[in-house]
């Protein structure tokens, strides 16, 4: 079985306060984008296997969230052996959930693969297991996120945006982000008012991190700023960074204006 596990975006991220266990209490609006690495799972009769290609990701295999999410299923499920390969293509550290997504693939495609007779909310309840933006790819549609990063279920009927993303050729350490941003104990609008007020975004949405995080990199900054300028209706840094993207009604022409830096055009998932 092959997948393509999907990046995502946030429309606006704010910090509500920060809990006893140490983490944050956010909300995040979570999109569907359709910047995809690739995924193959197949059954072995052989020891599990795992191989990655692509994108580099840093650490040793067993540390890679794909692989702990098998591990996951074979401690919960006794789930058979199996061959992976993952080939990357979102880049890691830039707040567009590219592990976790790949990790939430493995989950649902293993369930599927083996017949695991589990519903989605116990599935979540795992992959919550595996990191906070981990249940959000289970459903994988727009919707709010709240604490750590649990869907809540009040999803956004959205329309499919032309994007542009951009990441400067540096990542950003997410435990380090939360070390420079304050709470603010701001809460987001409702997705009512968000639907079908797209020109109103700027005014309404916040991420929290980029007021800290564009003193130390000023490049992210410029990014938004020229996104703007080439006319999208809403630009914002994703997660905690380092990737910027801009939201337009018509696709523009950024060929050239971001020398060495990753950039990718497509559509969110509506």
């Known amino acids: 079985m092959i997948v393509f596990p999907n990046a995502?975006?946030?429309?606006?991220?704010?910090?509500?306060n920060k809990r006893s266990d140490g983490y944050h209490n956010i909300q995040s609006y979570m999109i569907p984008v359709n910047l995809c690495d690739a995924l193959e799972i197949v059954p072995s009769a052989d020891d599990f296997s795992f191989h990655a290609s692509g994108v580099p990701v840093d650490g040793p295999d067993e540390q890679n969230l794909c692989v702990r999410a098998y591990r996951l299923m074979q401690a919960n499920y006794n789930t058979g052996n199996v061959k992976m390969h993952l080939h990357k293509i979102i880049p890691a550290g830039s707040g567009l959930g590219g592990g976790s997504s790949d990790a939430a693939s493995v989950l649902t495609?293993?369930?599927?693969?083996f017949d695991i007779k589990i519903c989605n909310n116990e599935l979540e309840m795992m992959a919550s297991t595996l990191g906070n933006d981990c249940p959000f790819f289970i459903v994988n549609k727009p919707q709010l996120i709240e604490d750590k990063g649990r869907p809540t279920q009040k999803f956004m009927h959205l329309p499919s945006y032309h994007i542009v993303i951009v990441i400067p050729d540096f990542s950003i350490s997410t435990s380090w982000a939360y070390s420079k941003v304050q709470p603010t104990n701001q809460m987001l609008p409702d997705a009512d008012?968000?639907?079908g007020n797209e020109e109103h975004w700027t005014e309404l949405l916040v991420n929290d991190f980029e007021k800290p995080l564009?003193?130390?990199y000023p490049q992210?900054?410029?990014?938004k700023v020229t996104l703007y300028n080439k006319g999208a209706f809403y630009a914002s840094m994703s997660g905690s960074g380092s990737a910027i993207f801009g939201l337009f009604r018509e696709m523009p022409d950024v060929n050239g204006l971001f020398p060495g830096y990753f950039v990718w055009t497509g559509n969110t998932c509506g």
């Open 193 to 195: 008012a968000l639907t």
């Open 8 to 16: 995502k975006i946030n429309l606006g991220l704010r910090i509500l």
């Open 109 to 113: 495609l293993l369930r599927r693969m």
């Open 214 to 216: 564009f003193g130390y």
């Open 220 to 223: 992210l900054l410029e990014i």
